[in-house]
């Protein structure tokens, strides 16, 4: 599968998930999107102090807090950076997928869901560097996807075969 086809294939997922699903989904993707082994190559004087307690704070409470509480947070942490404009990838990769969590509590885009699994698909790249015309080569890749789609199609019935008939 090439990067655009799936692409193309996370968006397909994001438009058929339901509402739990998509909850789910996101939950679980900000969770492993903030976790602390990203953050491990960050130093000190990308952020100040008060933005490295806020960016804990948001790490802590991303299951439990509202969108106001994150963006408070999230305010916080964005007048604390200090790098100018070379943040380190983890911290980046934190950065924004609590921008994507925190934009879906507001205003319910799934927009921000896909952006979300995007940013996951690309936190494995950087990982283990897949092929952009064969991204599902690798196994770290495929169990990423495969992660993906299944939080987003939980619970799903599959299709009757009537309506597949249909679908042709």
């Known amino acids: ?29 900000v969770t492993r999107l903030t976790r602390e082994d990203l953050l491990d190559t960050a130093v000190d004087d990308e952020l100040t102090g008060d933005a490295w307690a806020a ?27 200090l790098a100018d404009g070379d943040l380190d990838q983890g911290l980046l990769t934190a950065f924004t997928a609590l921008e994507h969590w925190t934009t879906y509590l507001e205003e319910n885009r799934r927009g921000e869901i896909y952006e979300l699994a995007i940013r996951s698909i690309e936190e494995v790249d950087f990982q283990v560097s897949v092929d952009l015309d064969d991204v599902l080569a690798t196994p770290e890749m495929t169990a990423e996807y495969a992660r993906i789609e299944r939080l987003l199609t939980a619970g799903r019935r599959p299709p009757s075969p009537e309506g597949m008939r249909r679908a042709r």
């Open 1 to 29: 599968m090439r990067y655009d086809e799936l692409e193309a294939a996370i968006l397909e997922l994001v438009i058929a998930a339901g509402e739990d699903n998509l909850r789910a989904f996101g939950l679980d993707t």
């Open 55 to 81: 960016l804990a704070t948001a790490r802590e409470t991303v299951r439990t807090a509202d969108a106001a509480e994150l963006r408070a947070l999230l305010v916080r942490i964005d007048e604390g950076v």
